[in-house]
């Protein structure tokens, strides 16, 4: 018996480092198709689902106009649930409304957020708002104003506004606009430019607009503000939850060299303007102390402005499972990668668009779109002609240390950027054109930190204490003990 036992752990042994080093999941291959017929929008910049079960989807104008579906179907109705056009400054091409959220509780109490530019004076505004008597339009008279945050310059607004997997609102917002931070709001704590915040706005009244979590990393921290979940950003052009890990991913648009995806950890620092991506920026060497790198980055041959996207967890396409799906605005090159505790599967080339790549979103099912500034919205399909792509995971980044937490015109800049070109006919498929051979596509970033190592090297030092452990308890039982 014991004999047996000790072969099957050495089986499990060797097990384990065969699987260490097996190859991930593939990664495609994609095609988009044109979703909802030919119903087109102007300039679309988000879409989501309300979360209340009726299957309708929500497509926001950045003119300050949203949109409701009646479903995901070809040729679905649609009409309009707000217009606050009136409202909404499009002064500048980065201005305008950004952002939608619809309550944890919409399905009961009716309320939604939006986030958007306002003039006189400059400043973006978190408002929410509730449904009128009609479920299919939403009351422009309820506003009530949560936040409002003087804007210096009209480009950088950040925008995106998601609840996470607790509950709280998440809004993020660029460093305040011109170019390279000139007022070095990236690396301040006092002031709510250039970070991603983290709010309570559950019974918010005029008087109590929102509160601010005991657990914010910088509550209680001298200077700082509050409501900061993490900094050090330059223009976080969409973020996102993955559904199944509760991970934050953001997109944060770049200057004039690199464009990244950070995984968004509370208190971290993301280094802008120290640093652009993994590159120093100010200067030709720079202190990276306590600067959090990104996951992955890609540098100007291959686009000019990142636009976040979503971990796909839908069923309709499994060449994407677990994937993280996002795009360059300008060039409409589509990357996804893998991201595990073994590391970094990818990324790879999914297509590219033959249009501006403005925003993605997700319905109730988890299933993934693509929205253009050629007025269109796409939808992923699995491609069964070509062949899979197996990309090569790479190290992980080091696991977390605690945060110092207290209880209680230029292309690059440009997250919403330039007017649409003429609509291109429906996509069939990925493009045949690879990114420039002198460059990879979105180049994985080795990152600091062996965690990959280390889970194998702990997995074969459990086995072998398993295995020695047993050999102990035979030759104790054979000595007659």
């Given at each position: 018996m014991a004999r047996r036992g000790l072969l099957a752990l050495t089986l499990l042994f060797w097990a384990t480092l065969v699987s260490a080093g097996a190859p991930s999941?593939?990664?495609?291959?994609?095609?988009?198709?044109?979703?909802?017929?030919d119903i087109a929008f102007d300039e679309p910049v988000f879409l989501t689902s309300a979360g209340d079960g009726s299957g309708r989807l929500f497509v926001v104008e950045q003119r300050g106009v949203v949109h409701v579906l009646a479903s995901t179907a070809p040729g679905t109705d649609r009409g309009v649930f707000l217009d606050i056009t009136g409202r909404v400054s499009r002064a500048r091409r980065e201005e305008g409304l950004l952002g939608l959220a619809f309550d944890p509780g919409f399905a009961s109490n009716g309320y939604f957020y939006l986030y958007y530019s306002a003039a006189g004076p400059?400043?973006?505004?978190?408002?929410?708002?509730?449904?009128?008597?009609?479920?299919?339009?939403?009351?422009?008279?309820?506003?009530?104003?949560?936040?409002?945050?003087?804007?210096?310059?009209?480009n950088h607004n950040g925008g995106m506004i998601a609840f996470g997997p607790d509950g709280f609102l998440y809004v993020g917002l660029g460093d305040g606009g011109s170019g390279g931070d000139p007022r070095g709001n990236g690396q301040n704590l006092g002031t709510l430019l250039g970070s991603i915040l983290r709010i309570d706005v559950q019974g918010a009244s005029a008087g109590a607009p929102y509160r601010i979590p005991p657990?914010?990393?910088?509550?209680?921290?001298?200077?700082?503000?509050?409501?900061?979940?993490?900094?050090?950003?330059?223009?976080?052009?969409?973020?996102?939850?993955d559904p199944a890990t509760g991970d934050l991913w953001?997109?944060?648009?770049?200057?004039?060299?690199?464009?990244?995806?950070?995984?968004?950890?509370?208190?971290?620092?993301?280094?802008?303007?120290?640093?652009?991506?993994?590159?120093?920026?100010?200067?030709?060497?720079?202190?990276?102390?306590?600067?959090?790198?990104?996951?992955?980055?890609?540098?100007?041959?291959?686009?000019?402005?990142?636009?976040?996207?979503?971990?796909?967890?839908?069923?309709?396409?499994?060449?994407?499972?677990?994937?993280?799906?996002?795009?360059?605005?300008c060039s409409g090159r589509i990357w996804?990668?893998?991201?595990?505790?073994?590391?970094?599967s990818g990324p790879v080339h999914l297509l590219r668009a033959p249009f501006q790549v403005s925003s993605f979103g997700t319905d109730a099912r988890g299933e993934?779109?693509?929205?253009?500034?050629?007025?269109?919205?796409?939808?992923?399909?699995?491609?069964?002609?070509?062949?899979?792509?197996?990309?090569?995971?790479?190290?992980?980044?080091?696991?977390?240390?605690?945060?110092?937490?207290?209880?209680?015109?230029?292309?690059p800049a440009s997250p919403t950027p330039t007017p649409a070109q003429a609509a291109p006919a429906p996509l069939a498929g990925p493009s045949p054109e690879p990114?420039?051979?002198?460059?990879?596509?979105?180049?994985?970033v080795p990152l600091e930190g062996?965690?990959?190592?280390?889970?194998?090297?702990?997995?074969?030092?459990?086995?072998?204490?398993?295995?020695l452990s047993l050999l102990y308890l035979v030759r104790r039982r054979r000595l007659g003990h």
């Open positions: 999941q593939a990664i495609g291959p994609v095609e988009l198709e044109r979703a909802f017929g400059r400043r973006s505004v978190l408002s929410r708002f509730s449904v009128s008597g009609d479920p299919g339009a939403a009351d422009a008279t309820s506003e009530l104003v949560l936040l409002e945050v003087p804007q210096p310059f009209s657990d914010n990393p910088f509550v209680g921290v001298a200077g700082a503000r509050g409501e900061i979940w993490a900094y050090g950003l330059r223009n976080p052009w969409r973020f996102s939850f953001a997109a944060d648009v770049g200057q004039a060299d690199r464009e990244e995806i950070d995984l968004v950890l509370p208190g971290r620092n993301y280094g802008w303007n120290t640093m652009e991506g993994t590159n120093c920026f100010l200067t030709s060497d720079c202190d990276r102390s306590g600067l959090e790198p990104p996951v992955v980055e890609y540098g100007h041959g291959l686009g000019c402005s990142v636009t976040g996207g979503y971990v796909y967890r839908g069923a309709a396409v499994p060449a994407l499972s677990g994937v993280y799906v996002y795009a360059d605005f996804g990668f893998r991201h595990t505790d073994l590391g970094v993934l779109y693509v929205l253009g500034f050629d007025g269109g919205v796409y939808r992923f399909v699995g491609d069964p002609a070509a062949p899979p792509a197996t990309p090569t995971p790479t190290p992980a980044p080091p696991a977390p240390t605690p945060t110092t937490a207290s209880a209680p015109a230029q292309p990114p420039a051979p002198t460059a990879t596509a979105a180049p994985e062996g965690r990959a190592r280390g889970a194998i090297i702990a997995g074969v030092i459990a086995t072998g204490a398993g295995v």
